[in-house]
């Protein structure tokens, strides 16, 4: 996925320790699984801010974005669907828990910053194991 300015590498790996979703940008790569995904979906876009240092503004969804690859990143805890979208602005990525009801996205500028973070990131987003709510859905 590219922006004209910045690009990264979405991917679906398999690992002997199980499936991955790899963002890998020019500097940096992170490896998450579906149980990190998912706790990603319930965060709002200000983790992106937290992230860049600055207000990360993502254009809103309409009923023109296309749907151009899914696939599910899955072990024994979560499913998560991972669809590669266009936009009108460009790309994004969604990450959705459907388990959770639970969804995020984000551009090449979001997805570069997450592929900057220590993995340790998502120990703090299990913090809240079922989502903002505090309990399943």
């Not at 959770?100 to 979001?110: I, P």
Request: a negative charge; aromatic letters at 8%; proline letters at 4%.
């Amino acid at each position: 996925m590219s922006d004209g300015t910045s690009s990264v590498t979405v991917r679906h790996i398999k690992t002997p320790k199980g499936e991955r979703l790899e963002i890998r940008s020019a500097t940096d790569a992170i490896r998450i699984d579906a149980i990190g995904l998912e706790s990603l979906s319930w965060q709002d876009q200000d983790v992106f801010s937290d992230f860049l240092g600055y207000d990360y503004d993502l254009a809103p969804s309409s009923e023109s974005d296309e749907t151009v690859a899914t696939f599910t990143i899955s072990n024994e805890y979560a499913d998560v669907v991972v669809r590669v979208i266009q936009t009108a602005t460009g790309k994004q990525l969604c990450i959705e828990a459907p388990k959770k009801q639970f969804s995020l996205r984000a551009d090449v500028t979001g997805l570069e910053a997450l592929a900057e973070q220590d993995s340790r990131i998502f120990s703090e987003f299990l913090e809240t194991p079922h989502g903002p709510d505090g309990h399943a859905h």
